[in-house]
C-alpha cells in the first residue's frame, strides 16, 4: 500500500512538474528559444538576452569588464559565439581573474571581440559558407582574426580558433533584435 502510494505520488508530481514546464513554454512568445533555463526574445537585443542566462555570467561579466556592453546594445547586426560559464572555467586557473582586471582590458576585448563576427551569420548561412569552401569558411571576426567553421557529422558545426582549438556550437540560431548568438562549449583565442 505505501509503494501504491509513493508511487501515485511521485505520479502527480511529475505531472505538476511537466503542467509547469508546459506553462512556462506556452509563455514564450514564437521564435524565443531557452538558454541558460531562461527565454531569449527575438525583440530583445544580445546583451538584455545574455544578462538573463545562467550559463553566461562569466561571459556578461567579462563584456562589462572590456565595456562592451553598449557596443553589443548597438544596431548591428552582430553574430556573437557565446562561450558558457563551463568554457570560461575549463580556461587555466586564474585566467578569468587576470583578464577581467583593468589593466588587461585589451587583452579581454581582443578575446570578446574575436567571438563576434559583424552580420547575421545563422546556421543556415554558416552551412552554405562552408559548403561552398568545400569543407570550410573563413570568417572574418570583429578584432580582425579569422575562425575557421567546418561540419562535424551532417548537422554539427564546429569553429576552430587560430591556435587550432576547436569549439562546438551546442546552441543555435537564439535569434536577437540586432543579431543573432550561438552558444559555444569552448572559449576561442586569437
Avoid: R
Avoid at 82 to 92: E, I, M, R, V, W
Avoid at 149 to 169: C, Y
Amino acid at each position: 500500500m505505501k509503494k501504491h502510494l509513493l508511487s501515485l505520488a511521485f505520479i502527480a508530481l511529475l505531472g505538476a512538474a511537466s503542467a509547469t514546464s508546459a506553462t512556462a513554454q506556452a509563455k514564450m512568445t514564437p521564435g524565443t528559444v531557452s538558454v541558460g533555463g531562461q527565454a531569449m526574445y527575438p525583440n530583445k537585443n544580445i546583451v538584455e538576452n545574455a544578462v538573463n542566462s545562467a550559463d553566461h555570467t562569466t561571459l556578461v561579466a567579462a563584456v562589462k569588464a572590456a565595456g562592451l556592453v553598449e557596443t553589443l546594445q548597438g544596431k548591428g547586426p552582430f553574430t556573437v559565439f557565446a562561450p558558457t560559464n563551463a568554457a570560461f572555467t575549463a580556461l587555466p586557473a586564474g585566467t578569468v581573474e587576470t583578464l577581467v582586471k583593468p589593466e588587461n582590458k585589451a587583452t579581454l576585448t581582443k578575446i570578446l571581440t574575436y567571438h563576434v563576427v559583424a552580420g547575421n551569420m545563422t546556421t543556415d548561412k554558416i552551412m552554405a559558407a562552408i559548403k561552398a569552401g568545400k569543407g570550410t569558411a573563413t570568417l572574418k571576426t570583429v578584432s580582425g582574426g579569422t575562425l575557421k567553421a567546418m561540419m562535424n557529422g551532417p548537422k554539427n558545426v564546429v569553429l576552430q580558433d587560430e591556435k587550432g582549438n576547436i569549439s562546438t556550437i551546442s546552441t543555435y540560431d537564439v535569434i536577437q533584435s540586432n543579431g543573432v548568438i550561438h552558444v559555444i562549449d569552448k572559449v576561442l583565442m586569437p
